[in-house]
């Protein structure tokens, strides 16, 4: 789980949301990122374009979990492994405000 810069961990009770300052655009499929904060860009493609389109909205990562298991015919429990560790390493990188379950 992650702890950095005084958020909250991330656990499927939270709520993420893509953060502000920086700019996506998708071409043909894979989502480019560029975040003005750091000048740096990132470029992800398929599962993780599918993510980063689910967390443009506050939405749960319980939900965001449920949703690729459904949509790519995974195990619920590779969904939520594989989903937690790729919105970690967007907190990590400023990408994502994650906020405490309700």
Do not use: H, N
Not at 1 to 14: C, D
Not at 64 to 90: G, H, K, M, W
């Amino acid at each position: 789980m992650t702890e950095s810069r005084g958020v909250p961990p991330l656990t499927l009770s939270s709520q993420v949301i893509a953060s502000s300052g920086q700019v996506s655009s998708d071409l043909a499929g894979e989502t480019v990122l560029l975040s003005m904060k750091t000048a740096k860009y990132y470029g992800f493609e398929g599962v993780g374009s599918r993510i980063w389109a689910l967390a443009q909205s506050p939405i749960a990562v319980a939900d965001i979990c449920t949703t690729i298991a459904l949509e790519y015919e995974v195990e619920p429990e590779r969904a939520e492994s594989d989903t937690l560790a790729f919105l970690s390493q967007l907190l990590d990188k400023g990408l994502l405000e994650v906020r405490s379950g309700a």
